[in-house]
């Protein structure tokens, strides 16, 4: 069975740019989160989204959104880029959104200049 | 005080050792606890959640929880170099977001 995938693998965007990152969860999971990691740090937690509706946000400006499809599959898109939304943009998929266990996608690595 | 705390290490073992990485948490109402494993330039991986006081065995990984101290543990027995990475503690309540420590090192010396 295929695990959560996540494109692009890599980017390099220039500051004020906007950018697009997509994720498609483990088959039978309704539920993603997104988490972005800057290096040496632990993920932050961005989004959760379930059945298609936001279920939690993070402590993250306004220039992140994203949504969720009817396929269960989500963008996670930043606007107005800063040389600090350098980052893995990671997407995690779960059963549900409530104690699930969560499971990681390869992640996207972003480089803004 | 951050929410999930991890030392960042690195925590240096001898192959064959036993390695041990400690977290505390701050919210008493959480309700699972889990640990990933994360190689370099990778995403993590899932090694072991546990939900109940004690310990949860999977192979050479034990997983020890203790809600009353607020305290999590992963023993990893016969340590190999391969099992140098950085591993995460992550905990979630009853609700949507999983929350993640730093991270901590580790260093297995063949």
């Known amino acids: 069975d295929a695990g959560v995938t996540q494109s692009p693998t890599h980017l390099i965007k220039t500051r004020g740019q906007q950018v697009t990152l997509r994720c498609s969860p483990i088959s039978g999971h309704k539920s993603v989160s997104w988490y972005q990691q800057v290096l040496g740090q632990g993920p932050q937690f961005i989004f959760q989204?379930?059945?298609?509706?936001?279920?939690g946000r993070g402590n993250f400006p306004d220039r992140f959104s994203a949504r969720q499809f009817p396929n269960y599959s989500s963008e996670l898109n930043v606007n107005a880029l800063l040389l600090g939304d350098s980052a893995l943009y990671l997407c995690?998929?779960?059963?549900?959104?409530?104690?699930?266990?969560?499971?990681f996608g390869e992640g996207s690595w972003l480089t803004v200049v | 005080q951050k929410e999930v705390e991890q030392n960042s290490g690195p925590l240096s073992v001898p192959e064959g050792a036993i390695a041990s990485l400690n977290c505390t948490y701050s919210?008493?109402?959480?309700?699972?606890f889990f640990w990933y494993r994360q190689y370099s330039g990778k995403s993590p991986e899932l090694i072991m959640f546990i939900y109940s006081n004690g310990d949860k065995e999977d192979g050479r990984f034990t997983a020890q929880l203790n809600k009353a101290s607020q305290y999590v543990s992963l023993l990893i027995r016969d340590s190999q170099p391969s099992d140098s990475a950085t591993y995460l503690c992550?905990?979630?309540?009853?609700?949507?977001?999983?929350?993640f420590g730093a991270g901590t090192r580790l260093f297995v010396k063949a």
């Open positions: 989204y379930y059945e298609k509706e936001e279920r």
């Open positions: 992550a905990v979630k309540g009853g609700g949507f977001k999983t929350i």
């Open positions: 919210d008493r109402g959480s309700q699972s």
């Open positions: 995690a998929s779960s059963l549900g959104y409530q104690g699930d266990t969560i499971y």
